[in-house]
């Protein structure tokens, strides 16, 4: 899925159960990555960096 704006288009990809893996912009590339729940493991953003994320037994 793309959409375009004034200034910049952005464009998403999703997984095989809809959950977004990758946005792209005038900046970069967004990704995500996923548990086997859905839960969020870890998003790098287009400098590179990476947020890791843990849960605990109650989410």
Same mark, same amino acid.
């Given at each position: =899925? +793309?959409? *375009?704006?004034? !200034? /910049? #288009?952005?464009?998403?990809?999703?997984? &095989? %159960?809809? !959950?977004?893996? &990758? =946005? #792209?912009?005038?900046?970069?590339? #967004? @990704?995500?990555?996923?548990? /086997?729940? @859905?839960? %969020?493991?870890?998003? #790098?953003?287009? +400098? @590179? &960096? /990476?947020? *890791?994320? +843990?849960?605990?037994? &109650? @989410?």
């Amino acid at each position: =899925m +793309a959409y *375009s704006s004034l !200034r /910049t #288009t952005v464009a998403w990809e999703f997984d &095989a %159960v809809g !959950r977004p893996i &990758a =946005m #792209t912009d005038g900046v970069g590339v #967004t @990704g995500w990555t996923y548990d /086997t729940t @859905g839960q %969020v493991l870890s998003e #790098t953003n287009p +400098a @590179g &960096a /990476t947020i *890791s994320h +843990a849960y605990n037994k &109650a @989410g």
